[in-house]
């Protein structure tokens, strides 16, 4: 997402980050630290799940952790830098990205089937060029 | 004692209705204050 950045921001879009772990975490993201840019768009919390909820992301059923595809989903993350930290927050809560326009109405959802499934960067920039007005 | 709110079953074209988050040191922010253009929502973990 960092890198796309500057192509959501030309669609005239904004990023918002949301998790469950702790507030040191999304302020951690938010600083440059570890040798590690500063993402350029903010991050919150969400103790409550209220956007979990809201757009419907679902939770990991015990049986994922043994499939292949969310150790590929880690392996691939792995690959592009990813390190596992301290792990905070609700362990058991799938991703998900939602496109709100600033009339508050949903434009795009995808909801994670499994961890670390996202949706193609290409699909969501797409999106965002297809609601501008 | 957090309130849990019931999940709800949003779809594309529906309007989203109030959800309440932190910031990272912990004040309350609704996601209405980060529509000043369209919002692109990531729900991710964070690793510290």
């Keep these: 997402m960092r890198e796309a950045y500057p192509r959501i921001h030309d669609l005239g879009a904004a990023v918002l980050t949301v998790g469950t772990a702790a507030g040191w975490q999304a302020a951690a993201l938010m600083d440059a630290s570890r040798g590690r840019a500063a993402l350029p768009f903010p991050c919150v919390v969400d103790p409550d799940h209220n956007v979990y909820r809201t757009f419907g992301f679902g939770r990991v059923r015990w049986w994922q952790w043994l499939t292949p595809r969310l150790w590929r989903n880690y392996l ?42 996202y949706p193609p960067v290409e699909a969501l920039l797409e999106a965002l060029d297809e609601g501008r007005p | 004692m957090r309130q849990m709110r019931t999940p709800t079953d949003l779809h594309v074209g529906d309007v989203v209705p ?15 204050a980060f529509l000043e253009q369209t919002l692109l929502v990531v729900a991710i973990r964070y690793y510290g």
Excluded: C, H, M, W
Excluded at chain 1, 86 to 104: M, S, W, Y
């Design chain 1, 76 to 117: 691939r993350a792995f690959g592009r830098g990813s390190r596992q930290g301290k792990v905070t927050g609700d362990v058991g809560q799938l991703p998900g990205v939602a496109i709100v326009g600033r009339d508050r109405r949903v434009r795009y959802l995808y909801r994670a089937r499994t961890v670390g499934d």
């Design chain 2, 18 to 32: 109030t959800v309440e988050l932190e910031t990272a040191t912990g004040s309350p922010v609704e996601l209405g």
